[in-house]
């Protein structure tokens, strides 16, 4: 494929229509038996990086936005066991699975996980000392990231950090492999935003203290740890 024909693929996918979060829910919805191999042969490593960089201790308050069935949630919630863990994701199935697993395994636990959209978050201003956010902003129209990544900020306090994971953009066979998927399948693959998202994070207010690149089945992640 010639670099005129990625760049059409590259420009109709940035066309995401705003409405597109309703298909990703109801794809989501309908993966959320599934979903879980997707995430152990692809995530897990990066997801272990963002905890470790992340600075998390237990009892903080803690925010997971857009869970999926809930790897990552459990590792905040066992890391976190006298704290408070919040998660939500756009998915009510996903949202479910991810709660009564959690309260199945650490029942003791101060917890919860619903139903919410990222892009407006029912939550007070600062009342978060971390924000955890994997793998979601490539299925986010430009402007909703924008929103997100508003949300993120207002609702952590001020010093508190937000631990982003992003589909890395680092492997040119990689990227054209993602751009089929992503053309076939926009609301479940998105498209890759790696290399815009830091400018976007310094220029809503938040310090980039971490950055580094992780790669798991030839799957390349980019994990960053930014400070409000
Ligand atoms: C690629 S999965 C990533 C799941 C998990 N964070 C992980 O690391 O494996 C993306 C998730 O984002 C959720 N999602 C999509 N749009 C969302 C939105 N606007 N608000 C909240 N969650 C959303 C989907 O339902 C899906 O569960």
Redesign the pocket.
């Known amino acids: 494929m010639s670099d005129f024909e990625l760049t059409l693929l590259d420009y109709r996918a940035e066309r995401f229509p705003r409405t597109i979060?309703h298909r990703?829910?109801k794809?989501?919805?309908r993966?959320?038996a599934v979903?879980p191999v997707?995430?152990l042969l692809?995530?897990s490593r990066?997801?272990r990086a963002a905890l470790r960089d992340s600075g998390v201790q237990d009892g903080m308050r803690v925010l997971?936005?857009?869970?999926?069935?809930?790897?990552?949630?459990r590792r905040l919630v066992k890391a976190n066991r006298n704290g408070l863990t919040v998660g939500?994701?756009?998915?009510p199935r996903?949202a479910a699975r991810t709660f009564n697993r959690v309260r199945r395994k650490h029942p003791g636990a101060k917890t919860s996980c619903q139903?919410?959209?990222?892009?407006q978050m029912p939550f007070a201003d600062a009342s978060f000392d971390t924000v955890?956010?994997?793998?979601?902003l490539?299925?986010?129209a430009l402007d909703?990231i924008a929103s997100?990544v508003n949300e993120f900020y207002r609702v952590l306090r001020p010093g508190g950090s937000l631990a982003l994971?992003l589909i890395g953009q680092n492997s040119g066979i990689f990227n054209r492999i993602y751009r089929v998927l992503g053309g076939l399948v926009p609301a479940?693959w998105?498209r890759q935003v790696e290399e815009r998202v830091p400018a976007l994070l310094e220029a809503r207010g938040f310090a980039i203290a971490s950055d580094r690149t992780v790669r798991q089945n030839f799957y390349p992640s980019r994990v960053l740890v930014a400070r409000r």
Do not use: K, N, P, W
């Not at 939500?88 to 998915?91: G, P």
């Not at 139903?115 to 892009?119: E, F, H, Q």
């Not at 955890?132 to 979601?136: E, T």
């Open positions: 979060a990703t829910r794809v989501y919805d993966l959320a979903y997707s995430t692809f995530h990066a997801h997971e936005a857009a869970t999926g069935s809930g790897e990552m949630f939500f994701d756009l998915s996903m139903a919410v959209d990222a892009r955890f956010c994997c793998y979601l490539e299925l986010l909703d997100a994971i479940f998105g």
